[in-house]
């Protein structure tokens, strides 16, 4: 059965952009050997993303420019991105703009993305939305040495120790890889 997992990177102190939503500090970092997001990215069958975070990698990796990169980031994956305004889409990409609330949506998303996990990208107030609506199985947070002063929060809602059970720490290298178990609760 696919799990709903919000996989992301975050500074020290819990933030996962800065004041400008840039990742500079992100990519300041020495990133970790390339295989485990070539192992975690082979297990996911859709993406999603909100709008901030879906227009980030759009201008970072150029996209519109190169729309062919979008398969080799991406493959054939479906990428839902949930906004309510107009967006671009690179030719080629399988993107589907949605909007408001996560359960409505998620039959979709869970049948495009067959028996292989759900990828929630960012940021973090969706990851938090879906998390509020009982529909996150996974929290993977790689934490950079870094600290910010603010910018956009980890998960922007309260989040108590008997929703989340710690499965792992992982050194990759210069981060450590957190992975959390989430309660589902109701709703």
Known sequence: MARVIFYTASTLNGFIADEQNSLDWLFAVEPPPPEHYERFIASVGVLVEGSTTYEWVLAFEHLLDDPGKWQTLYGDRPT????????????????????????????RISEAAGDRDIWIVGGGDLAGQFLAAGLLDEIQVAVAPVALTGGAPLLPLRVESDRLSLRSVEQQGQFAVLTYDVGRQDA
């Open 80 to 107: 839902f991105v949930f906004t309510t305004r107009e967006l671009p889409i690179p030719d080629g990409a399988d993107v589907r703009i949605v909007a408001g609330d996560v359960r409505p949506v998620f039959g």
